[in-house]
């Protein structure tokens, strides 16, 4: 094969590759990419990185070709002797430092605009949402509602939307790749970002991240946006503004006594997962679910929740649960009882609940309406009874270094590298049952 055939041949394969990539990477399929915007702040970016790229490949193809050619037009040939040596040449320098200045000013010139958009202040009347970044969570406030909930926001599609970030603790990132972003999340100082998500991405889902490393858990600290119309945004907020409303329906758990498993439903039951199974099994989760369900059906939804079975699947978790990490199959929560002992528990110590007085901590992730969320652990898991039981039975093995101590009674603690007592206060299934009954019915 001649040479010239070879590399005619190699570059239609290189071609092709960079075709298929662009292709594959770039389509609306892909649930978390950033070159399909549905903000304004996310076309103005888009806009810039669309400017940069044809301006780059234009630079990249024309010295490129620059350099082949002069490659191969000046190459070695045989009998040729030295060529003549020259040092200096003030037409080439001076084209050289002129050339890159002008392609600079077509680069600048977008790219400050891009950036007077970006930082200016949001329209007033927008809808402000305090962000707060935890190891490893997310706490939302809605201050003109005082509304406060944990990695799951709901925002009306139309309307801007202004951030408040700040941090509790580390550097984070915020970051909703198809509505934008990413602002950091710094200690010790206030961003603020704002976009206003398009009117036609109502009854949507999309997934957002932390994007700064900030410990063994950054990858598993995520959260939700479900974009939706403005009377499904106030009615959520109508619902989200009551205090939990388990208090006033408890009675319909037996008090004292659980509640008979049905065959059908055997309650908070939970297994390992199968080596290579994709998830937890549907029938295992559900039954968990409709066990609780049992328990939790006197609590009337109070506002709009966007409906589980319209979210997407790249929004629900598929994290695999710890295999050493085991929950007594057969056991069946009483809600009123997992009231009494969330409350008189350390649970207390770090979640509120509005509603129940006894639940005033700020470390943890606010739990009032916590039953009305899609996913716990920051997204790492589905919400459902299944996984909750879990988490609260171990949740440092469920999620690395978590700061929820582990609370089944005769646990392993991986970071206090000690087992729990029950003079610690560990719980047990049963009592962790009871409590998952409780949370659950906080819709
Ligand atoms: Cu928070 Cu990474």
Redo the contacts with the bound molecule.
């Keep these: 094969m001649k040479g010239s055939d070879r590399l005619r041949r190699l570059a239609s394969y290189a071609f092709i590759a960079a075709l298929v990539v662009a292709v594959v990477s770039c389509n609306e399929a892909h649930p978390n990419t950033t070159l399909v915007p549905h903000s304004d702040l996310g076309r103005e970016i888009d806009f810039l990185w669309n400017r940069l790229l044809l301006l780059g490949t234009i630079v990249f193809i024309l010295v490129e070709g620059v350099l082949v050619f002069i490659v191969f037009k000046y190459r070695r040939r045989e009998n040729q002797g030295t060529p003549p040596q020259t040092h200096g040449s003030t037409k080439l320098e001076i084209a050289w430092t002129l050339i890159p200045a002008v392609i600079l000013v077509f680069i600048a010139v977008p790219t400050v605009r891009t950036i007077f958009i970006t930082q200016a202040q949001a329209a007033p009347g927008s809808l402000n949402i305090e962000v707060t ?1 935890h ?2 969570w997310w706490e939302f406030k809605y201050p003109e509602y005082g509304v406060t909930t944990a990695n799951e926001i709901y925002l009306p599609v139309g309307r801007t939307v202004n951030f408040r970030l700040r941090s509790a603790d580390v550097i ?2 915020f970051w909703t790749p198809q509505l934008g972003g990413k602002r950091d999340v710094v200690t010790n100082r206030t961003n603020y970002m704002w976009y206003t998500p398009d009117t036609s991405i109502s009854s949507n889902v999309w997934n957002g991240f ?1 994007v ?3 410990g063994a858990s ?1 990858a598993n ?1 995520r959260f939700r946006v479900f974009t939706v119309s403005q009377q499904q945004f106030d009615s959520w907020v109508a619902g989200q503004k009551l205090p939990a409303r388990f208090g006033a329906v408890a009675p319909v758990a037996p008090p004292g006594g659980p509640i008979p498993p049905s065959p059908a439903a055997p309650a908070v039951t939970t297994q390992p997962r199968a080596p290579g199974a994709a998830a937890p099994s549907a029938a295992l989760v559900g039954a968990a679910q409709s066990s609780v369900a049992a328990v939790s059906t006197a609590t009337v939804q109070a506002g709009y929740i966007f409906p589980r079975e319209k979210i997407p699947d790249y929004a629900v978790p598929h994290s695999p649960i710890p295999p050493d990490l085991k929950f007594t199959a057969g056991l069946t929560g009483n809600a009123a009882r997992g009231k009494q002992i969330f409350s008189s528990s350390a649970c207390i110590g770090c979640h509120s609940i509005a509603g129940n007085p006894a639940a005033m901590g700020v470390t943890g992730p606010n739990l009032t309406h916590v039953g009305s969320r899609s996913t716990i652990a920051a997204g790492r898991f589905p919400n459902a009874a299944a996984y909750l039981a879990l988490w609260i039975k171990n949740a440092r093995k469920m999620k690395p270094e978590v700061i929820m101590p582990t609370l089944g009674l005769d646990e392993y603690d991986p970071v206090l590298k000690a087992k729990v007592t029950a003079a610690g206060g560990g719980l047990t299934d049963q009592q962790i049952a009871d409590i998952v009954a409780y949370l659950t019915a906080l819709k």
């Design positions: 970044g190891q490893w984070h990132s932390c700064e490393y900030c950054h600290m």
